[in-house]
């Protein structure tokens, strides 16, 4: 069965900063990966999306992650954090390959400090 | 990428009646999904829109509870029935084309 486990529900950086949110899955069979972002009071925005092409998978606004097998993890990054990059983050993988079945992580929030 | 307009946004219910919410997407999807995301956890799958047909009902999710209709492709409802305060959610719906899943904005139901 699949499952993703994301660490800290809370991350905290100063604008300008390196933005990096972690995220570990686990897959009986090779997996689609995905992270999302809800801003406040909306709905969840596709950052970025792993389907067994490159594992360095790059997104909107600068976001990238990468796909580590071995380690069996898609951390997200961000090279320098914005002010409106405060949002919520779910990193997610599919049921089945099916790409729309998807199993959430509990999410994390990131909080950008001026 | 696909826009999916769901209603209401929010709404406050007295536990005992339904409330029904409401996706329509903008063009055709191939498939449609309704998730919970209750208070300070994740999202969880709720059930799969079939087009025409009976919804397909994850484990400790119900027909009876949450009735789901999908007359076409590119509507959905949802109806939280019998509520109770546990209820008190989001409800999101999100559709799937192209092997991307795009989501509403999500209803923000309180039970009281």
């Known amino acids: 069965a699949q499952s993703v486990t994301q660490l800290g529900s809370h991350v905290s950086v100063s604008e300008g900063a390196l933005v990096l949110l972690r995220c570990n899955y686990s897959s009986s069979v090779p997996p689609y990966l995905f992270w999302y972002v809800q801003y406040p009071n909306q709905g969840l925005q596709l950052l970025l999306k792993?389907?067994?092409?490159?594992?360095l998978v790059k997104g909107i606004n600068d976001f990238e992650a990468e796909f580590k097998k071995s380690e069996t993890s898609f951390h997200l990054t961000k090279p320098s954090a914005h002010m409106s990059d405060a949002a919520e983050y779910f990193c997610?993988?599919?049921?089945?390959?099916?790409?729309?079945?998807?199993?959430f992580g509990k999410g994390t929030k990131l909080s950008v400090k001026p | 990428s696909a826009v999916i307009s769901q209603k209401p946004s929010r709404d406050i219910c007295q536990r005992g009646t339904s409330l029904t919410i409401q996706c329509q997407v903008d063009s055709q999807v191939t498939m449609m999904f309704w998730y919970r995301q209750q208070p300070g956890q994740s999202l969880t799958l709720i059930a799969t829109?079939?087009?025409?047909?009976?919804?397909?009902?994850e484990s400790g999710f119900v027909i009876d509870k949450f009735p789901i209709s999908r007359p076409n492709l590119t509507f959905s409802t949802l109806t939280v029935s019998n509520m109770s305060p546990e209820d008190s959610s989001i409800y999101l719906c999100s559709g799937l084309r192209n092997t991307e899943a795009f989501f509403g904005q999500g209803t923000r139901l309180t039970v009281v």
């Open positions: 997610a993988v599919s049921v089945g390959g099916s790409q729309g079945n998807l199993i």
């Open positions: 792993y389907t067994s092409a490159a594992t």
């Open positions: 829109a079939n087009q025409g047909s009976e919804a397909t009902y």
